[in-house]
């Protein structure tokens, strides 16, 4: 009996031709891969996406005008708004040149009127002889004239505490139209001499002395009482003993108020400018400016203010040969 061997299945001889096998079937598979179409196979072919491409161009180029259209439309109303503002400026300007030229005519018409009666008002008064004469009742005589100022709050500029400009104004224009004025001189209602150093005696009246005086007198710090009665008694207690025979003295009394006694005044004054026995004249005059100071100045029937002294000083300038000016401003 003839002894066999076992066989291995699983010997080195089957694991050779396993991996040949297997070397075999790889090598056909790499052989195989590139023999195909190349690259990955779009189901949309060149045909089709031309047709696209040109689609979108034209779908851009659609755009396009549209934007155009729009941008035409947002301005053409832009110019709309525009010129409807324009036509609107243009419409108001050409109203208020109707109204100007309507003014104007007018106004030719009313200064052609105004011209033809002051040229026949020119031509009148060619005719007559005149002079420049002064405001009715002043005393055109005076040679010596003093003033008799108010200095209190009211009569001052609120701004600058000054001694209000119009008071100076009006001293300048009393001067101007006094011809034969020598000599002036400043107190204040409380009696006091307003120029520094100048007291008790009469001022020449030059120009250089007046602009001094009257810017001094603008920058006065003192503030008097509202009644002129001390001012009065002592201007006529110094100057008028000063005068000579030919002379003439008027005082200017400038206010807005009275606080004294009327009676009193009126007796002090009479016993210090009597009338001559003889011609029955006082040797001095006063008159009196009245300045509103009030919201309703020289109001009929006040008790008190601008009415009252404008009140009192009318009788004063009445008794004493004066005139009351009642200024309806600063």
């Given amino acids: ?37 190349h690259g990955v196979v779009s189901e949309i072919d060149v045909t089709t996406l031309e047709a696209m491409q040109a689609e979108l161009a034209m779908l851009e180029a659609d755009v396009a005008d549209k934007m155009m259209l729009l941008e035409a439309a947002i301005e053409s109303t832009q110019h709309s708004e525009e010129r409807q503002r324009i036509l609107s400026i243009v419409q108001e300007l050409e109203s ?15 200064l052609s009127t105004a011209q033809k009666a002051a040229a026949a008002a020119q031509r009148l008064l060619e ?24 200095t209190s709050g ?18 300048d224009e009393l001067l101007d139209n006094l011809p034969q ?33 009257f810017r001094e007198l603008l920058r006065y710090p003192i503030s008097s009482a509202s009644d002129p009665r001390q001012g009065l008694y ?23 108020d009275m606080r004294g006694s009327t009676q009193s005044l009126m007796v002090n004054l009479d016993r210090l400018n009597p009338r001559s026995p003889t011609t029955g004249e006082r040797p001095v005059s006063i008159n009196a400016v009245g300045f509103p100071t009030m919201p309703t100045p020289f109001r ?23 005139v009351l000016i009642l200024k309806p401003g600063f």
């Fill in 96 to 110: 208020e040149l109707a109204d100007l030229q309507q003014e104007y005519h007018s106004r030719q018409a009313n």
């Fill in 234 to 256: 002592q201007c006529l207690r110094d100057l008028k003993p000063a005068l000579n025979q030919d002379d003439s003295m008027s005082i200017y009394v400038l206010g807005d």
């Fill in 127 to 150: 005719t007559f002889k005149h002079e420049n004469l002064p405001p009715i009742g002043l005393p055109v005589d005076a040679t010596h004239v003093a003033f008799i100022i108010d």
């Fill in 300 to 322: 009929i029937g006040a008790p008190h203010g601008n009415t009252r002294y404008a009140n009192v000083m009318r009788e004063v300038v009445e008794a004493h040969n004066g």
């Fill in 181 to 213: 004025v020598k000599s002036i001189q400043f107190l204040d209602t409380s009696g006091n001499y307003m120029l520094r150093g100048r007291v008790g005696f009469w001022l020449p009246d030059t120009p250089g002395l007046r602009r001094q005086a």
């Fill in 154 to 171: 009211s009569m001052r500029n609120r701004m600058t505490g000054e001694l209000n400009q119009g008071i100076i104004n009006k001293m």
């Fill in 1 to 37: 009996m003839i002894k066999r061997r076992s066989v291995e299945v699983f010997s080195l001889s089957f694991l050779d031709c396993l991996c040949c096998g297997f070397g075999a079937i790889l090598l056909l598979f790499l052989l195989s891969i590139g023999s195909g179409p």
